[in-house]
């Protein structure tokens, strides 16, 4: 069985009493579940223009997590030129991978049989989340997006939301699970054939969606987080 740990728009800033703290509480509930990794989904931080310092301290704690992190740059913290040596301050550890930082590849976790992948945003603009999904190249593979779900098509030049995201996107994906950020709110989207969660903002849902893939299927659940977890 693998294990994921899959959370979003956490938006640590440095504008808050404790600016880690949302992190803390998802990496906590990582560990509670004995999760292989990490997902973040989009908006770890609440803008990509806070000091240096702050990413090395985001990038501390995963380091010391005692598991493998994934994280996808969102809208609110996009990966650009200007960017990237924060991002790569958060992603020095080896257990940290950055999507998009080095290649748009799937990263594969050979022990666990696995492959993740997803599309990092790279400016403020709109974006197809789900553009070009690769071929699968191991026996499970996650997807990850940050954008706007809708069943609606919207006609050329009308006002639409930006990032979006439609049932034929999710099912082209063929994954076994599809983690979205970008939602405050924890809900399961699309048609089905592919699960696709959002997991919401730890901050205002107070869970973590725990994934567990094995021969028996695909199952997630939410768990609760500690409001103060004993976590450095």
Request: aromatic residues 8%.
């Amino acid at each position: 069985m693998i294990t994921l740990a899959h959370s979003s728009d956490l938006h640590l800033s440095t504008d808050l009493e404790d600016g880690l703290l949302q992190l803390r509480r998802v990496l906590a509930g990582a560990a509670e579940a004995q999760a292989d990794i990490v997902l973040l989904v989009g908006d770890t931080f609440e803008h990509i223009r806070y000091p240096l310092a702050f990413f090395q301290q985001a990038g501390d704690l995963l380091a010391n997590a005692g598991r493998r992190v994934v994280v996808l740059p969102g809208n609110h913290d996009p990966l650009f030129d200007a960017s990237e040596p924060n991002w790569r301050a958060m992603g020095a550890a080896s257990n940290v991978t950055i999507l998009g930082l080095d290649h748009e590849d799937p990263v594969s976790f050979a022990d666990l049989d696995l492959e993740v992948w997803g599309r990092a945003h790279r400016s403020y603009g709109s974006m197809d989340p789900l553009r070009q999904p690769p071929v699968r190249g191991a026996k499970w593979q996650v997807a990850l997006a940050h954008g706007h779900f809708t069943d609606r098509h919207y006609k050329a030049g009308e006002p639409s939301p930006s990032w979006l995201i439609f049932a034929e996107d999710i099912d082209a994906t063929g994954a076994d699970y599809l983690a979205l950020g970008h939602w405050n709110t924890a809900v399961s989207v699309g048609p089905g054939a592919v699960p696709a969660y959002y997991s919401g903002s730890p901050d205002l849902e107070n869970t973590v969606n725990i994934i567990r893939l094995s021969d028996q299927g695909v199952t997630v659940d939410r768990q609760p987080l500690a409001a103060r977890p004993l976590l450095n």
